[in-house]
């Protein structure tokens, strides 16, 4: 059944995530001196994979493809960029409710506008929304133009005099990020699961039944839009933190294709798949990065190529292997035989375009 | 309460263009009746349903549901009215289960826009409602299977299970028996029979034989007008009916 998936798929995430999480143990061993640099990295990966399956949301789940979405990523990093105090730490309690206070209002008046297009419309319009963000940040004195905000002090997080987590410190700061994934991650696993998210299923499979059946569609995805901007401006806030900056290209829509080969790479639809390709991009990224200036080029063929040889990404992979997918096709081969037989001498005696 | 008129329309029409696909039509719907629409192929039958479920605003005319217009509202306005439909192509959520299918149809009425929030009690309420909708339908057997590996047939069967999950007070169902075998059809006409003392219903359906069966009045329509209309005796009697439409329908049939 949708969302759920074989037992293979949560053995192997929670073998992936006990290895991360226990990166600190065999960091050192591995990297060397290196340690410290590979564990920023990991937190960078931990950061954009939340970042991603914020995306799946509207792409994956509801088949809203947003080509704007590094708007809601880059307004969690200029508020917590701005909001921060110059000489002293502000509060992990303020700073968290005012990124996703702002973010939800932006994403419901963005929202408004952009939910009623469709296909290319929705995808036009929200990159228009992401590059007028754009172009109005990185013009902007306020908000320090091309160069952006720098963050003095990261947040603290702290109850009363003690502090709970140590945010500055890089392997603190990194299990902060991995419990946000974690939350996001449970988060959305509860609400595709849910009764909205089935309606949101329903809206993906077949909006225009959907509305004769009396849902007002609209509604569902506006709600679900502001749900991934939210999320997003999370995953932003927390690359500010860990850059230390908000800068303009965290906002452009360079950012928001990379999210999205990241889906693709990854399975879209399947919450935990983005996690995977958020990993998979970051590593080839480096891989090619340091093997030859002409990376791009390297990293568009294998998206072309996972586009080609896996259409549903990693996570298709997992869960329907190919050893395990011969026998399947074979029986799925005859019922569309059966099925192509029905169509052709059962249709009604002419066939027109309704509705 | 047997000739309550449940929905009426008068001087309804509808152009695409230069094409009167709905013209002039004045019809009426009695409650607990079945009405049957026959006419051949672009008739223009189901503009006609798409005109009195909102999914198109008519060009001329008005549509009285219980007395009152519909005019201006939308189809998901309407629905919410009470009025159901099932459409000509194959329209179902091809990706979940038989069951979610009916769940999503029947909800909307137990709950409120947000009704998906609502509680364990009322989930309880919608699953049994489509638990039984599917039974009616005798798509038990189905309930987990995802739509899309269904055959056609059974596939045809969901779309009136979920317009029945909507407990709508008016059905329109737009060639329910389109593509079925024969047997399928039969057990399909069998259901619809059995609907009537619980339900209105305009059925659109180019099988003679069910809708001989089924009908308590027909309307047949011609090129967006009215031919005839009136009861099935009438209607099966009648000579212009068979000059017109009939012919022409076995024609058609054996092409
Ligand atoms: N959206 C539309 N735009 C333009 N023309 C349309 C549209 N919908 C229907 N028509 C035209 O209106 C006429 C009536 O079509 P309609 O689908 O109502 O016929 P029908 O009686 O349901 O036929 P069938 O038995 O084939 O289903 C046809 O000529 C059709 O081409
Ligand atoms: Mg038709």
Redesign the interface.
């Known amino acids: 059944?949708?969302h759920r998936y074989p037992k293979r798929v949560a053995f192997i995430m929670l073998v992936l995530t006990a290895l991360v999480a226990a990166f600190p143990l065999w960091g050192e061993a591995v990297f060397g001196n290196q340690a410290n640099f590979m564990l920023e990295k990991l937190t960078l990966m931990l950061i954009l994979a939340l970042f991603a399956m914020s995306l799946d949301l509207l792409v994956g789940i509801v088949g809203l493809v947003s080509l704007g979405h590094a708007l809601f990523f880059g307004l969690g990093a200029y508020t917590l960029a701005l909001a921060s105090p110059d000489f002293s730490p502000a509060s992990m309690w303020w700073m968290l409710p005012l990124v996703m206070g702002v973010s939800a209002c932006v994403a419901l008046i963005v929202g408004v506008l952009v939910i009623r297009t469709k296909g290319i419309f929705f995808i036009m319009t929200t990159l228009a929304f992401g590059q007028m963000l754009y172009y109005f940040i990185s013009t902007s004195q306020f908000a320090g133009g091309t160069d952006g905000v720098f963050i003095m002090f990261r947040p603290s997080l702290a109850l009363g005099e003690r502090t709970l987590v140590d945010l500055d410190n890089p392997y603190s700061f990194f299990y902060f990020c991995l419990g946000m994934l974690l939350l996001g991650y449970f988060f959305l696993r509860w609400l595709t699961r849910?009764?909205?998210g089935?309606?949101l299923?329903?809206i993906?499979?077949?909006e225009?039944?959907?509305?004769?059946?009396?849902?007002?569609t609209s509604?569902?995805k506006l709600v679900a839009f502001v749900i991934a901007g939210v999320m997003a401006a999370v995953a932003g806030m927390l690359a500010a933190m860990q850059y230390g900056f908000a800068n303009p290209a965290q906002l452009g829509w360079h950012t928001s294709g990379e999210v999205l080969m990241m889906l693709i790479l990854g399975g879209m639809g399947t919450i935990f798949g983005p996690i995977l390709g958020a990993f998979a991009y970051e590593i080839l990224l480096y891989l090619y990065e340091h093997a030859t200036t002409h990376w791009p080029i390297l990293m568009g063929l294998t998206i072309i190529a996972a586009v080609l040889v896996l259409p549903r990404g990693i996570a298709g992979l997992i869960i329907a292997p190919p050893w395990r997918r011969k026998r399947q096709t074979a029986s799925e081969a005859v019922?569309e035989k059966?099925?192509a037989s029905?169509?052709t001498s059962?249709?009604?005696?002419?066939q027109?375009k309704?509705? | 309460m047997r000739d309550e008129i449940v929905l009426a329309t008068h001087g309804l029409t509808r152009r695409f263009g230069g094409l009167v696909a709905v013209n002039d039509v004045d019809f009426d719907v009695k409650a607990n009746e079945i009405h049957a629409i026959l006419g051949p192929?672009?008739a223009g039958k189901?503009t006609l349903i798409?005109l009195l479920?909102g999914?198109i605003p008519p060009s001329e005319g008005q549509v009285l549901y219980r007395q009152q217009p519909i005019q201006g509202k939308?189809?998901?306005?309407i629905?919410?009215m009470g009025i159901g439909?099932s459409?000509?192509?194959t329209?179902?959520?091809?990706?979940?289960?038989c069951l979610?299918n009916c769940?999503?149809?029947a909800?909307?009425?137990m709950g409120g826009?947000?009704?998906?929030?609502?509680s364990r009690q009322t989930?309880q309420k919608v699953s049994e409602r489509a638990q039984e909708v599917l039974d009616t339908c005798q798509l038990n057997h189905r309930a987990?299977t995802?739509a899309s590996?269904m055959?056609?047939?059974e596939q045809r069967q969901l779309q009136i299970a979920?317009v029945l999950a909507?407990a709508p007070s008016l059905m329109l169902l737009?060639?329910p028996m389109?593509?079925?075998?024969r047997e399928e059809t039969a057990q399909v006409t069998e259901l619809l029979a059995s609907l009537t003392d619980r339900y209105t219903l305009v059925l659109i359906e180019?099988d003679m034989d069910s809708v001989f069966r089924l009908a308590d009045r027909i309307t047949v329509m011609v090129d967006g007008c009215v031919l005839e209309s009136g009861p099935t005796e009438q209607i099966r009697t009648s000579e212009k009916v068979r000059d017109v439409y009939l012919g022409r329908h076995d024609e058609?049939?054996t092409?």
């Open positions: 059944m949708l849910s009764y909205f089935q309606v299923d329903g993906h499979d077949n225009h039944r959907m509305q004769a059946l009396g849902y007002a509604g569902y019922s059966e099925n029905i169509a059962a249709q009604p005696v002419t027109r309704e509705n | 192929n672009g189901s798409n479920s999914e939308s189809a998901r306005q629905a919410r439909r459409h000509q192509k329209n179902i959520f091809p990706r979940l289960s979610q769940e999503l149809a909800r909307i009425h826009v947000f009704g998906s929030w609502r989930a987990h995802t590996d055959s056609y047939g979920m909507t737009d060639e389109a593509g079925m075998g180019h058609g049939a092409a």
